[in-house]
């Protein structure tokens, strides 16, 4: 079937006008295809004309194989031509009458009794696959279902008929294949091997769709509902505690104590009274003071191994695909990702109550009671929410922070008073025995995978054990500060990578800016195919001052463009464009095309601040502030959150901020306009504020061979001729430049140019001591000289460049200028 094109039908010649102006080896292809093109079109039209013919032609096959099967037993041939097997089937099929004519006898006898006997009814369901492909972009099955669907009607099938029936007529059922099938297969081997090939087949079909797991659950215990009471006597808080952990799957793996009994009817790991103690706890409780300790049990999350599909986080039924410009382009497998270690948390049983036993007495030396304690079990911190005693204040607690912390033995306690949504107070504890989050099982997961996000990006999991994924188009940018080594290029890593994962090169451009010149240098192999860059830059990271400024502008330039073809197309956001591009509303004669997203990354922002200062500030500010709509997003790391860097117009703009382990409470509330970030542990522990709440992560790692194996995955494959480019814009400097007048120029211009050449020092001043001339003519001099190609452009407080060598090659100079054309 001819490929779909991607391309609106243009008047012709426009198109012959924009196939002039490429080259001779170009302008041979392009004809060739368009030639193609006008000799069959294959719009939707023909399409469905033809699904509908498939849809028919299959009933007619249907009907043919229905027809010649059941008629085949009712023809009788001739005695005399039974002699041979061949002439009694050539025979008995010519007497065979079906339903569908002669043509529809061919068909039958060639795909039954010449094929696959009741194998062949596969060929109808195929055509009808097509047919619905093609009429209503409906697939039936997928890949692996086809498979062994095709399996087992043309081998299976034929084999296990015939072996069933092997006499005529009854051997049509399996057709000649299996009978040639049954023959071969017994001489080598044997009947039984024959039976145990068609046992074989369908036992691995069925094991593989299990996928090997037949394991029933374990039966619940009815006695187990009602464990006896076991007491823990070291203080009157404690008498009459139950320490009941459930666990249903995984009950061999926890430390079994007398305290510590299994129990399988729920899937949380709860620690209560039992039910004769609850009821003497509630006739007693303002005298007991006991304390219900519930620890939720992590959650486990499924990784799967399969690759994420380009446009599936999309969600547009279109007609034309972007996708098509690079249509082998495979997404990056999750194979190339590490795994490091198990990603299901152990619950240390012993660590747990030693918390909270020093919680409750921290608490209770200050007179401070609690009535409840639950304990969240995360990768790298435990959060204890414990529910004052009516009457205590909130503050009383907070207050204690240093006292909790030094009776833990532990660094990076945080209390959280009140958790935002509940009635409770929050005490995060760091784990003994951290475990490290991978990349690989936060792109592996459900959470990630169903997203139906625009840019889904997976940044790590929460104390819940959960997958954190969030929507870069709703964030919509990303400042991101900590302290050297805590984690930023790596969270800087984890975001680039979850979006190289889901997104194709259509749909997604990176700039990125990188002045310390070796954070972002693996990501220049996919310069080709996701990086954007200025038309007349040679590398796509940027790391020139210069450069960045020029590259900032230019993004205003591309937002104002983008900006004027939204008003154009009548929509508010580049979602609803490229939507309505896609459904062909939109004419690419006036100007459109499907718009990427572009994500620009900034990995030391305060380095351009030290060095360009408001120049790299104001363009920033104005991306901030208006490009969300048009899929311009911007992702800011640095290093130093002072106020300086880190300014109230620039945090105004960046709702959604990150903040790995800082030093000082003040660089805390620079960031996050709150404290907490200065009591984090490292290694990847981080606070993200979206606005509303604060939310503790442990950031996904993912080393640099696994960015290394990434880059070289996606490198390797076919590309783009260049990077994506940017609009080109020109410097205030660039804008005064004046042309070269010989008419205009002044009087003392050759005297200027010696002085020049013969000092190789382009200044002002030297001419100005030189000639004895006042400072405005001196400058229109050098603006002259500039122009004639004798020095080069303004650069600050250097002079400029001088770029005639000597006096001989002056004077040569000289003579070509005022020689007229």
């Known amino acids: 079937m001819p490929k779909k094109s991607n391309k609106l039908k243009v008047p012709e010649k426009k198109v012959e006008k924009k196939i002039e102006k490429k080259t001779a080896s170009k302008k041979k292809t392009v004809n060739t295809s368009k030639a193609n093109k006008k000799s069959f079109s294959f719009d939707l039209k023909y399409q469905r004309v033809l699904g509908f013919f498939f849809l028919l032609f299959s009933v007619y096959v249907f009907l043919s194989i229905s027809s010649f099967i059941v008629n085949w037993f009712d023809a009788n041939p001739s005695d005399e031509l039974a002699n041979t097997i061949s002439s009694y ?74 072996l069933i029936f092997p006499e005529h007529p009854e051997n049509i059922l399996g057709g000649l294949l299996g009978n040639q099938l049954n023959v071969w297969l017994s001489n080598y081997i044997g009947r039984v091997g024959l039976i145990f090939s068609l046992v074989f087949v369908p036992a691995v079909f069925l094991l593989i769709d299990y996928q090997f797991n037949f394991r029933k659950k374990k039966q619940t215990d009815k006695h187990a509902a009602s464990p006896k009471p076991n007491t823990y ?70 990784v799967s191994d399969e690759k994420v599909k380009p446009g599936e986080h999309f969600g547009v039924d279109s007609e034309y695909d972007p996708t098509l410009d690079l249509p082998n382009f495979k997404m990056p497998p999750l194979s190339l990702l590490e795994e490091y270690g198990s990603e299901n948390i152990e619950i240390d049983s012993e660590e747990l109550e030693r918390n909270k036993v020093k919680i409750v007495n921290t608490l209770k030396n200050y007179s401070i009671e609690i009535t409840k304690i639950k304990a969240t079990i995360g990768p790298t911190v435990t959060l204890y929410e414990i529910v004052p005693a009516p009457g205590v204040r909130i503050s009383k607690i907070k207050n204690l922070e240093d006292d909790i912390a030094l009776n833990l033995a532990a660094m990076g306690i945080r209390i959280i008073a009140p958790i935002p949504g509940k009635g409770t107070v929050g005490i995060e504890v760091p784990n003994k025995n951290p475990n490290t989050v991978s990349m690989r099982s936060i792109i592996g997961s459900d959470r990630f995978r169903n997203s139906k996000y625009e840019l889904p990006f997976g940044l790590g999991k929460t104390i819940a054990n959960e997958s954190f994924v969030a929507d870069l188009t709703k964030m919509p940018h990303i400042l991101m500060a900590g302290a050297t080594g805590q984690g930023k290029s790596v969270g800087l890593n984890a975001i680039i990578a ?324």
């Open 89 to 162: 089937f050539s025979d008995h099929a010519k007497q065979v009458e079906v339903w569908t004519g002669k043509f529809g006898s061919i068909i039958s006898s060639y795909i039954v009794l010449k094929g696959f006997g009741l194998g062949a009814f596969f060929i109808p369901l195929l055509l009808l696959a097509i047919g619905l492909k093609l009429l209503i972009n409906t697939a039936l099955f997928k890949t692996w279902t086809w498979f062994q669907v095709l399996t087992i009607s043309f081998l299976w099938i034929p084999l296990l008929f015939n």
């Open 233 to 302: 006597a070291k203080d009157d808080l404690y008498n009459t505690v139950e320490f009941s952990v459930e666990d249903p799957e995984d009950e061999e793996d926890l430390p079994q104590s007398e305290d510590i009994k299994t129990e399988k009817p729920s899937n949380s790991f709860k620690i209560e009274l039992d039910a004769s103690v609850k009821k003497e706890k509630e006739e007693k409780e303002n005298k007991s003071g006991e304390i219900e300790f519930t620890v939720e049990k992590p959650k486990e999350e499924k």
């Open 498 to 821: 979850s979006l190289l994962f889901t997104k194709h090169p259509a749909e997604l451009k990176f700039v990125m800016v990188d002045p310390k010149k070796v954070e972002l240098t693996l990501f220049s192999r996919i310069e080709r195919h996701y990086l954007a860059k200025l038309p007349d830059s040679e590398e796509a990271i940027i790391t020139d001052t210069r450069k960045v400024v020029r590259t900032l502008n230019s993004l205003g330039i591309e937002m104002d463009h983008r900006y004027e073809l939204l008003k154009d197309a009548q929509v508010r956001n580049l979602k609803e464009y490229n939507r309505k591009f896609i459904a062909r509303k939109l004419n690419p004669n006036q100007g459109h095309k499907f718009l990427p997203y572009i994500v620009l990354v900034i990995d030391e922002f305060a380095d351009l601040i030290m060095t360009a200062g408001k120049e790299v500030e104001n363009p920033i500010t104005r991306l901030a502030q208006l490009a969300r709509a048009v899929g311009i997003h911007l992702i800011i790391a640095t290093q130093r959150p002072s106020v300086n860097i880190i300014t109230g117009t620039i945090k105004a703009n960046f709702p959604a901020r990150i903040a790995f382990r800082v030093i000082s409470k003040v660089d805390s509330r620079t960031i996050l306009d709150t404290g907490g970030a200065d009591q984090l542990i490292g290694r990847g522990d981080m606070l993200l504020s979206t606005g509303s709440d604060i939310i503790r992560l442990q950031c996904a790692f993912i080393d640099t061979p696994e960015v290394d194996k990434l880059t070289e995955f996606i490198g390797s494959q076919r590309a783009y001729p260049d990077a994506f480019f940017l609009p080109e814009y020109e410097d205030e400097e660039s804008d005064k430049k004046a042309e070269y007048n010989a008419e205009e120029r002044d009087e003392l211009f050759e005297d200027a140019a010696y002085i020049i050449v013969q000092n190789q020092q382009g200044s002002t001043s030297l001419l100005q001591r030189k000639l004895k001339l006042g400072y405005n003519r001196a400058g229109r001099i050098i603006d002259q000289l500039e122009a004639a190609g004798i020095v080069g452009p303004f650069e600050g407080s250097k002079a400029r460049e001088v770029r005639v060598a000597n006096e001989m090659a002056l004077e040569q100079f000289l003579k070509d200028l005022n020689t007229p054309e």
